[in-house]
């Protein structure tokens, strides 16, 4: 293993009391992205995602479908939630699972610790609840209709809960919490979801009740196990019981720790920045350990104007729009489309509209004209290397434009600025009109500088779209015939993607396949 401290990323651990939908997708594709364009930027990388598999939620499904809950999260995790990372080309480098010993172990250490410090007293609870969300709700968090109050994010009647439970002292971390905001304030992103968090722990924090005593799937309370730690804080623990939290330094699970703790970046949609942004970092100061350095909440995909969620039925699985699209475009579309840390709406109409001009006609056209003239005009062989001033400083600032902005996790930006490289060749194709250049032989010299600045543009593009779009750009990087004379694209760095002149003359060019082939209409 690496001593390099790793860029840590992890998504949230999604509920698997169904299968997931494209909500869910837009999480953890834009986790992938990032974290692969962290790796090509070189640096060492750990990627996890999981599910979250206790609680009432997850319970009452289970037991909707006359299965035991064990039962389900088992069937779910490996029927949908696995093979649905699979299938949209997510390289996740663990997948934790609440429900395994290596988890539950840790947390009850955890807890224990926590117990055994003074930070858990026992206490009584009453208040309203909601499964849906799996939170403790403060009457003004509720709405009203027809004299029943309902959660705002589930519209969904709350449930009162009146137990004897364990308390966290949560009151006591609201002044370092301010603090903390206040001396790094890239430590909660976007700046709106900043100061919602400020303001929130400026009104004031109660403590937190942290088991139940009502049902029992869950992680058993070491010291009292009539009770089950509620399941926000048996789930937050998994960032770092992935990862060997409280292991002997010496054990792999210590050095594991050692090299990616804090977490870079914790993503996490904006309906759960709460939970990431004030009770979990409480937690990790209550136990001496490092804070995350980055909690980022992003927006909502929307459909009619609310959250899209599957207890409303509005939820897309990622399949109806990748069985249209293919898996690239569905990861391209999303990040493209909505900048990040707002909320979007998904439509068919915007998305066929950017498929075909962004990505058919801008990127796909370009590769396979590109292509097509090397095979016809240069007998399938890159050309002798030539150079074209504008291009390279095109590309020289694209690189540094969008690698600011992917880090900062602007990929809106990143990705517009890669594709306005991208319009920029294909201008200079259209003015420099190589099929004319290739009817007169005296012209056959400026005809292949035309075609080594198209090709080396292409080699540029194939590696900056790598991470948003890998199963493509692997397919031009291998018709470009860049896998053999240059090595696998992942290897490329994009520190060095700027070098104008790596593709060797002598590559040999395959036509592509057309990368994004004209939509189907009449589906
Ligand atoms: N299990 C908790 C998270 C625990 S993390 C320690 C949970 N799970 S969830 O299944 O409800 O998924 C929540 C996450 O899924 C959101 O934070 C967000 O990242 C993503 N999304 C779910 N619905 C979404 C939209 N409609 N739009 C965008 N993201 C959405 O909460």
Not at 154 to 175: C, D, G, M, T
Not at 369 to 392: H, N, Q
Not at 416 to 439: D, H, Q
Request: glycine share 8%; hydrophobic share 40%; charged share 20%.
């Amino acid at each position: 293993m690496s001593t390099d401290k790793a860029f840590y990323l992890t998504t949230p651990i999604y509920y698997v009391n169904d299968a997931p939908h494209i909500g869910h997708a837009y999480t953890t594709v834009a986790g992938d992205v990032l974290t692969r364009w962290h790796r090509q930027r070189g640096e060492e990388v750990w990627f996890l995602t999981g599910t979250d598999e206790h609680g009432q939620k997850v319970m009452r499904t289970a037991n909707l479908n006359k299965v035991s809950p064990q039962d389900w999260v088992d069937r779910l995790v490996e029927n949908a939630w696995k093979p649905n990372w699979k299938s949209l080309n997510i390289a996740n480098d663990d997948f934790i699972r609440t429900t395994e010993p290596r988890h539950t172990e840790r947390v009850q250490k955890f807890l224990q610790s926590l117990k055994d410090s003074g930070h858990i007293y026992a206490g009584k609870y009453e208040g309203p609840y909601c499964v849906g969300c799996e939170e403790f709700k403060l009457p003004g968090d509720l709405i009203e209709a027809n004299g029943e109050k309902l959660c705002p994010i589930h519209s969904k009647p709350i449930e009162l809960v009146n137990e004897n439970n364990w308390f966290f002292r949560l009151s006591a971390f609201v002044e370092p919490l301010l603090k903390h905001y206040k001396d790094n304030p890239d430590a909660c992103q976007p700046e709106s979801a900043r100061n919602e968090v400020v303001s929130f722990l400026e009104g004031g924090v109660s403590d937190l009740s942290i088991s139940r005593s009502t049902f029992d799937w869950g992680i058993p309370v070491p010291w009292d196990t009539d009770q089950v730690v509620y399941v926000w804080f048996d789930a937050l623990l998994n960032y770092a019981t992935a990862v060997g939290l409280g292991d002997d330094p010496k054990s792999p699970g210590g050095a594991k720790f050692t090299q990616t703790w804090p977490a870079d970046v914790h993503l996490v949609g904006k309906d759960i920045l709460r939970f990431h942004a004030v009770i979990w970092p409480a937690m990790l100061m209550a136990a001496g350990l490092a804070v995350p350095k980055k909690v980022f909440a992003h927006g909502w995909l929307l459909v009619g104007g609310e959250k899209m969620s599957k207890s409303k039925l509005t939820g897309i699985a990622p399949s109806d729009i990748t069985d249209h699209f293919g898996v690239d475009a569905f990861r391209y579309y999303f990040l493209r489309a909505i900048p990040f840390g707002t909320d979007g709406s998904f439509s068919w109409e915007d998305m066929s509209a950017r498929y075909t001009s962004e990505l058919a006609n801008d990127f796909g056209n370009l590769a396979s004209r590109l292509t097509a003239m090397v095979e016809k005009y240069c007998d399938g062989v890159i050309p002798a290397v030539a150079k074209d001033a504008s291009l390279e400083s095109a590309l020289g600032a694209t690189v540094s434009k969008a690698d600011s902005a992917m880090c900062a996790l602007d990929f809106q930006g990143g990705i517009n600025s890669i594709m306005e490289f991208c319009k920029r060749v294909n201008g200079y194709v259209t003015e420099n009109e190589p099929w004319k250049l290739a009817k007169d032989s005296a012209n056959q010299l400026q005809l292949e500088q035309v075609l080594y600045n198209t090709a080396e543009s292409l080699r540029a593009l194939a590696v900056l779209l790598n991470p948003v779009m890998p199963g493509t750009c692997e397919i031009l990087w291998e018709s470009l015939g860049a896998n053999v004379t240059m090595g696998p694209i992942s290897k490329q760095k994009v520190s060095d993607v700027s070098r104008w002149g790596q593709l060797p003359a002598g590559s040999n060019v395959t036509k592509t396949a057309v990368l994004f082939p004209r939509l189907d209409v009449s589906e």
